[in-house]
Structure formats: structure tokens, C-alpha cells
């Protein structure tokens, strides 16, 4: 069974740093994209990158409303994805996602991060 | 970016009856080189994650009742639920992933009468 466990969220002040992580198990990790995707309270979800797999090389895509501030990463000995964010602001409030693949087949249960003073 | 529209925003049905709901995108998403739509469709159920139900515009995920069915091309892109059922209450969301950044449509959230 294909499973993806978020961890990490909590409060955070403005200007400040968080690292989400997302635990994936009951598939071959380095086979798959991992996504990251957030989806602030009785909003739609919004993508913010993705790491690609072991084929392509590790590399990264962001979308521009978060590039420069967080950082997607994975440690494939752990089967672990990350998503670094520094310089947080109000409006990066939200439950974080991460999701498999480029459709995005499984999502985790989410990691609520609110920033707020 | 690509920006998707989506209509109605909300939308109650009785169960048993057939509901469509659309979704536009600013840019074709079918790639010339395998003639396919880079669209997929969500259900988020309250409380829940978002499952994916539709990906290719038409594809079913595995699992997925045969009563939710993608179809469209281009620009323009529906989801239909033949019979909706008590347990399709939820919020359905268009994505595309032709082209960075992948972006999604604002939602139909699906009422049951």
C-alpha cells in the first residue's frame, strides 16, 4: 500500500524557517516524482515543485510564487522528500501536501503550517 | 502561467442525477507529440486529501467508479458523474500539468440535495 506521511508543520513567525518532511513507503521511491502542493483553508490546492526521479536525474521545478525561498529535496536512503521554506510570510499559511508522481496518484494526509506573530 | 477555469463554482444535485462540470484552460493542453491532454481531475472529500479520479483528460485511476468520466480536448474539458451518489459530496478540482507551473482551477464543490 502506497503510503505518504507528512510531518513538520506547526506555528512559525513571520521571516522564519520551517522544514516539512514526507515520509513514503509500499513503492520504489526513486522511481517517482514527489510533488509538493499546498492548499491554504477553503482555497485550491496550489503546486509548488517537484523533484524528478532517479531517470531524470534528481532535478527540480518551482513555481515561481515560491522559487528562491523553499527547496525541495529527498533522501532516497530514507525514502524521505523535504521541502524546505525560509522567509516565511502570513500568506504561506496553509496545509502542505506532498504527492507522487507528476499526476499526482497519492497524497499524504497533509502538515497544517501556520505563520503568524 | 495557465490559468483554469472552473464553472459552475457550486453546483446541488439529487442523488441519482447526472452533473457535468466544466473547466476551461488559457492554453491548450494537448502536447502534438503523443496527442494527448496533460489533465487531470481531483475529488476532495470534506476532511480529506485530494484523490485523483481522471488523469489524460479521460483516463480513469484504477479504482475509480465507472461513473465519473473525463472527457474534452484542447481548452475545453468536462467531468461528468452519470448517478451521483450520497458519497459524492465533495469539491472537484481541474489540474493541468502541461506546463510549469502546473496550476489548478478554483473548484465546483458538489452539494447533495
Known amino acids: 500500500e502506497v503510503k505518504l506521511l507528512e510531518s513538520g508543520g506547526g506555528l512559525v513567525q513571520p521571516g522564519g524557517s520551517m522544514r516539512l518532511s514526507c515520509a513514503a513507503s509500499?513503492?520504489?521511491?526513486?522511481?517517482?516524482?514527489m510533488n509538493w502542493i499546498r492548499q491554504p483553508a477553503g482555497k485550491a490546492p496550489e503546486w509548488l515543485g517537484f523533484?524528478?526521479?532517479?531517470?531524470?536525474?534528481?532535478?527540480?521545478e518551482y513555481n515561481p510564487s515560491v522559487k528562491g525561498r523553499f527547496t525541495i529535496s529527498r533522501d532516497n536512503t530514507q525514502n524521505m522528500l523535504y521541502l524546505q521554506m525560509n522567509t516565511l510570510r502570513a500568506e504561506d499559511t496553509a496545509t502542505y501536501y506532498c504527492?507522487?508522481?507528476?499526476?499526482?496518484?497519492?497524497w499524504g494526509q497533509g502538515a497544517s503550517v501556520t505563520v503568524s506573530s | 502561467d495557465i490559468v483554469m477555469t472552473q464553472t459552475p463554482s457550486s453546483q446541488a444535485v439529487s442523488a441519482g442525477e447526472k452533473v457535468t462540470m466544466s473547466c476551461k484552460s488559457s492554453?491548450?493542453?494537448?502536447?502534438?507529440?503523443?496527442?494527448?491532454?496533460?489533465l487531470a481531475w481531483y475529488q476532495q472529500k470534506p476532511g480529506q486529501s485530494p484523490k485523483l479520479l481522471i488523469y489524460l483528460a479521460s483516463t480513469r485511476e484504477s479504482g475509480v467508479p465507472d461513473r465519473f468520466i473525463g472527457s474534452g480536448s484542447g481548452t475545453d474539458f468536462t467531468l461528468t458523474i452519470s448517478s451521483v451518489q450520497a458519497e459524492d459530496l465533495a469539491d472537484y478540482y481541474c489540474q493541468q500539468h502541461y506546463s510549469y507551473p502546473f496550476t489548478f482551477g478554483s473548484g465546483t464543490k458538489l452539494e447533495i440535495k
Open positions: 523533484i524528478r526521479n532517479k531517470a531524470n536525474g534528481y532535478t527540480t
Open positions: 504527492a507522487r508522481s507528476r499526476v499526482m496518484d497519492a
Open positions: 509500499g513503492f520504489t521511491f526513486t522511481d517517482f516524482y
Open positions: 492554453q491548450s493542453l494537448l502536447y502534438s507529440g503523443d496527442q494527448k491532454n496533460y
